[in-house]
């Protein structure tokens, strides 16, 4: 008679920030990998299609002007998020340092907004990502939502009675708006040079 083997718990092996840094020095994933680190998890990112790629170049000629003498602008570079997340996201406009972040990645008291652009990713970053930013005391979180095109602009982190993080302010602006930078005043973006017809 076979005697039952009792089933044991699956768990996913996580990561810390350190493991992860490790892993890119011993050039574990192949060129051209996105993977990004999110709670201690290797996460693929998602494929950018044509339009998401469209509206990032449409972005970058934006802001670069913009905020030229400001702040520096981050494309596509990640950040740093205690508890083990490295996210990179479409657009970090962080505080401006002499070494242009050569020494360390952003944290979260260097960064000002950080900016994704979604259109396949649309309910990740409403929700996952926007759960992390939160958790990290990222004050400002906007979302370039090329399925409804809108910009969907998130404030003022908080911590829920579940536990739960989130954003207690949410704010839309249509294509043909423009809306003031946070922190910035006075420096426009004009919605419709980002959304086209």
Same mark, same amino acid.
């Given at each position: 008679?076979?005697? !039952?083997?009792?089933?044991?718990?699956?768990?996913?092996?996580?990561?810390?920030?350190?493991?992860?840094?490790?892993?890119?020095?011993?050039?574990?994933?192949?060129?051209?990998?996105?993977?990004?680190?999110?709670?201690?998890?290797?996460?693929?990112?998602?494929?950018?299609?044509?339009?998401?790629?469209?509206?990032?170049?449409?972005?970058?000629?934006?802001?670069?002007?913009?905020?030229?003498? !400001?702040?520096?602008?981050?494309?596509?570079?990640?950040?740093?998020?205690?508890?083990?997340?490295?996210?990179?996201? @479409?657009?970090?406009?962080?505080?401006?340092? @002499?070494?242009?972040?050569?020494?360390?990645?952003?944290?979260?008291?260097?960064?000002?907004?950080?900016?994704?652009?979604?259109?396949?990713?649309?309910?990740?970053?409403?929700?996952?990502?926007?759960?992390?930013?939160?958790?990290?005391?990222?004050?400002?979180?906007?979302?370039?939502?090329?399925? @409804?095109?809108?910009?969907?602009?998130?404030?003022?982190?908080?911590? *829920?009675?579940?536990?739960?993080?989130?954003?207690?302010? *949410?704010?839309?602006?249509?294509?043909?708006?423009?809306?003031?930078?946070?922190?910035?005043?006075?420096?426009?973006?004009?919605?419709?040079?980002?959304?086209?017809?």
């Amino acid at each position: 008679m076979f005697g !039952c083997v009792p089933m044991t718990a699956v768990t996913p092996k996580r990561f810390t920030l350190n493991d992860y840094h490790r892993l890119i020095d011993l050039k574990f994933f192949a060129e051209g990998d996105r993977i990004e680190l999110i709670r201690g998890e290797l996460i693929q990112m998602a494929a950018k299609g044509t339009p998401h790629s469209v509206c990032n170049t449409r972005l970058l000629y934006e802001l670069l002007p913009l905020l030229r003498d !400001c702040a520096l602008v981050r494309n596509q570079g990640p950040v740093i998020l205690p508890l083990d997340s490295e996210p990179e996201p @479409d657009f970090a406009i962080v505080r401006f340092r @002499d070494d242009l972040y050569l020494s360390t990645h952003p944290y979260p008291d260097d960064i000002v907004l950080i900016i994704e652009v979604s259109d396949s990713s649309l309910d990740y970053d409403q929700t996952t990502k926007l759960s992390l930013y939160a958790e990290n005391q990222i004050q400002h979180y906007w979302i370039v939502n090329l399925v @409804d095109r809108c910009l969907e602009q998130y404030s003022e982190p908080y911590q *829920k009675a579940t536990g739960e993080f989130g954003y207690r302010s *949410k704010h839309i602006s249509l294509r043909h708006e423009q809306v003031e930078l946070p922190n910035f005043s006075g420096i426009l973006l004009d919605l419709s040079k980002i959304f086209w017809s």
